[in-house]
């Protein structure tokens, strides 16, 4: 394996992570006024996925920063044919991070449900958007033969694209309402085991289409199978351990579900990174995406450094906060 393929599996890694660890920070964000009956119980939810939401999108800004650094090409017709999309991406974080910290602030009930509602919407759209986007690299976007996007902004709205979006945000539901199973006790606790068991049944349909759709689309053997078809048999599991009230098995085993969709995806796309619909050969690949081997080489030090370091620091806060909330 050469430099530039390890450095495509790293980034396949960073937004797997990403997903698996923000994406239950998404659900929460999503499901806290529906779960949450009180004012007392919303914020509840909401201090379940304090510590950790802030520190969990480091690994979207790492892994853009990492398309940007090992394959320049793939960050500069990627980012920009999505120009529009990432601002909408940014407002949609924005907004969510604001609202943490501003609901609380004035103690009406308008003002809360202003914030509430903020913290829903942007919990939405981020995964939505991001998942059609990555969606679009497999599906294909019009690229010329000098790497240029093409298309206007409505061509980013493939239909393997938008269907990808919607899994994902499933799967952050899913993910959201098993996580406050493990976090939270009572009646509160209740209604999430009841929303997990709902949402996993309709993340399991959603998985298998998602699963076919991209091993249809795919003409790159049987390398993303294994992944792709773990997630569905994960959801069911994971429906199981929530009636036998195994909360942590539930959780992980929806973590599961979501890191297999999203690194199925990258093992569909490898050897490309942005597939042309234009032309095939237009396509940008591993090899002619990356950068340089020197730079790909001081890049993969600092990230032996680095990568360790991060792991022990999440953990570390994981366990920390690892005690049930209550009202």
Same mark, same amino acid.
């Given at each position: 394996?050469?430099?530039?393929?390890?450095?495509?599996?790293?980034?396949?890694?960073?937004?797997?992570?990403?997903?698996?660890?923000?994406?239950?920070?998404? !659900?929460?964000?999503?499901? @806290? =006024? &529906?779960?949450? =009956?009180?004012?007392?119980?919303? =914020?509840?939810?909401?201090?379940?996925?304090?510590?950790? +939401?802030?520190?969990?999108?480091?690994?979207?800004?790492?892994?853009? %920063?990492?398309?940007?650094?090992?394959?320049?090409? +793939?960050? /500069?017709?990627?980012?920009?044919?999505?120009?529009?999309?990432?601002?909408?991406?940014? $407002?949609?974080?924005?907004?969510?991070?604001?609202?943490?910290?501003?609901? !609380?602030?004035?103690? =009406?009930?308008? +003002?809360?449900?202003?914030?509430?509602?903020?913290?829903?919407?942007?919990?939405?759209?981020?995964?939505?958007?991001? #998942?059609?986007?990555? #969606?679009?690299?497999? /599906?294909?976007?019009?690229?010329?033969?000098?790497?240029?996007?093409?298309?206007?902004?409505?061509?980013?709205?493939?239909?393997?694209?938008?269907?990808?979006?919607?899994?994902?945000? $499933?799967?952050?539901?899913?993910?959201?309402?098993?996580?406050? #199973?493990?976090?939270?006790? #009572?009646?509160?606790?209740?209604?999430?085991?009841?929303?997990?068991?709902?949402?996993?049944?309709?993340?399991?349909? $959603?998985?298998?289409?998602?699963? &076919?759709?991209?091993?249809?689309?795919?003409? @790159?053997?049987?390398?993303?199978?294994?992944?792709?078809?773990?997630?569905?048999?994960?959801?069911?599991?994971?429906?199981? %351990?929530? @009636?036998?009230?195994?909360?942590?098995?539930?959780?992980?085993?929806?973590?599961?579900?979501?890191?297999?969709?999203?690194?199925?995806?990258?093992?569909?796309?490898?050897?490309?990174?942005?597939?042309?619909?234009?032309?095939?050969?237009?396509?940008?690949? &591993?090899?002619?995406? /990356?950068?340089?081997?020197?730079?790909?080489?001081?890049?993969?030090?600092?990230?032996?450094?680095?990568?360790?370091? &991060?792991?022990?620091?999440?953990?570390?806060?994981?366990?920390?906060?690892? @005690?049930?909330?209550?009202?």
């Amino acid at each position: 394996m050469g430099l530039p393929e390890l450095w495509f599996v790293i980034i396949a890694i960073l937004w797997t992570g990403f997903f698996v660890l923000e994406g239950f920070d998404f !659900g929460v964000g999503m499901l @806290h =006024r &529906v779960l949450g =009956r009180t004012g007392r119980e919303r =914020r509840v939810a909401i201090n379940t996925i304090g510590p950790f +939401w802030d520190g969990n999108e480091v690994w979207l800004i790492v892994g853009g %920063a990492g398309i940007f650094a090992a394959f320049p090409d +793939w960050y /500069a017709t990627w980012f920009s044919a999505s120009y529009l999309a990432v601002v909408l991406l940014l $407002v949609a974080l924005i907004a969510r991070g604001v609202s943490f910290e501003f609901r !609380g602030k004035v103690d =009406r009930p308008g +003002w809360r449900r202003l914030w509430s509602g903020t913290l829903t919407t942007g919990s939405l759209l981020a995964p939505l958007v991001l #998942g059609i986007a990555l #969606g679009d690299l497999v /599906a294909g976007l019009p690229i010329d033969a000098d790497g240029e996007f093409t298309g206007s902004f409505w061509d980013l709205f493939t239909p393997f694209g938008l269907w990808t979006g919607v899994t994902l945000v $499933v799967l952050c539901l899913v993910n959201g309402a098993t996580f406050l #199973g493990i976090r939270t006790t #009572g009646e509160l606790r209740e209604r999430a085991h009841r929303a997990a068991r709902g949402f996993g049944w309709v993340g399991f349909v $959603v998985v298998t289409v998602y699963t &076919v759709w991209l091993l249809v689309i795919s003409d @790159h053997g049987w390398a993303p199978v294994l992944p792709l078809a773990v997630g569905p048999a994960a959801l069911v599991v994971s429906i199981w %351990a929530v @009636h036998r009230a195994r909360d942590g098995t539930a959780f992980v085993l929806s973590a599961t579900a979501m890191a297999c969709a999203v690194a199925g995806l990258f093992a569909a796309l490898y050897p490309q990174v942005l597939v042309s619909s234009t032309d095939p050969a237009n396509s940008l690949t &591993v090899a002619n995406a /990356a950068s340089a081997d020197y730079a790909l080489t001081v890049m993969s030090v600092v990230a032996l450094v680095c990568f360790p370091l &991060v792991l022990l620091y999440q953990t570390w806060s994981y366990f920390v906060f690892r @005690h049930r909330l209550s009202t």
